[in-house]
């Protein structure tokens, strides 16, 4: 009877993992709900020259905006490229994906995505120059997003500086 298991034991590390993935069902389940009846949307892949007014213009179609914040280059607090959009009601926010997800503005197809709310301190880009992570490692110039990849921008500078 030592070594034998009953109906509904478990042994050690797979007892810890049933744990870890009954935890991580459950944060995915608040999360799928938080998201089912938020009024924040996420948008991305904005040109660094968008203005909130021009953001406001476009997104105030759909219907009233309760506020928007502007994603920021955490060292410069310049804008990076996204933003946050809350709407007063579910439906509004509703309208917004349905018919402004994948439209142009200021040259650039945005992308829309619910979001879970925004919470102070998300406004700034997560890269280690302090814009988005991605714009650090582009190698193709793009004029929206102020040129190349900060990366490459570096590595260019760094050149010009050994050729002086």
């Given at each position: 009877?030592?070594?034998?298991?009953?109906?509904?034991?478990?042994?050690?590390?797979?007892?810890?993992?049933?744990?870890?993935?009954?935890?991580?069902?459950?944060?995915?389940?608040?999360?799928?709900?938080?998201?089912?009846?938020?009024?924040?949307?996420?948008?991305?892949?904005?040109?660094?020259?968008?203005?909130?007014?021009?953001?406001?213009?476009?997104?105030?179609?759909?219907?009233?905006?309760?506020?928007?914040?502007?994603g920021l280059d955490?060292?410069?607090?310049?804008?990076?490229?996204?933003?946050?959009?809350?709407?007063?009601?579910?439906?509004?926010?509703?309208?917004?994906?349905?018919?402004?997800?994948?439209?142009?503005?200021?040259?650039?197809?945005?992308?829309?995505?619910?979001?879970?709310?925004?919470?102070?301190?998300?406004?700034?880009?997560?890269?280690?120059?302090?814009?988005?992570?991605?714009?650090?490692?582009?190698?193709?110039?793009?004029?929206?997003?102020?040129?190349?990849?900060?990366?490459?921008?570096?590595?260019?500078?760094?050149?010009?500086?050994?050729i002086y």
């Amino acid at each position: 009877m030592g070594g034998e298991l009953h109906s509904g034991q478990v042994r050690g590390h797979e007892a810890s993992r049933q744990r870890g993935s009954l935890c991580l069902q459950g944060s995915w389940y608040l999360q799928e709900k938080t998201l089912k009846f938020s009024t924040t949307l996420y948008v991305g892949n904005l040109s660094f020259y968008t203005t909130e007014e021009q953001i406001q213009e476009l997104f105030s179609k759909c219907g009233d905006i309760k506020r928007i914040v502007m994603g920021l280059d955490k060292v410069k607090k310049t804008p990076c490229g996204f933003c946050f959009i809350e709407y007063r009601t579910r439906v509004e926010a509703e309208h917004a994906m349905r018919f402004i997800n994948g439209t142009r503005l200021d040259d650039r197809i945005i992308r829309t995505d619910w979001d879970a709310g925004f919470k102070e301190g998300r406004q700034f880009g997560r890269g280690k120059t302090g814009g988005q992570v991605r714009d650090e490692y582009r190698t193709d110039y793009d004029v929206g997003r102020g040129g190349f990849g900060k990366i490459i921008q570096m590595q260019k500078t760094n050149q010009q500086t050994m050729i002086y």
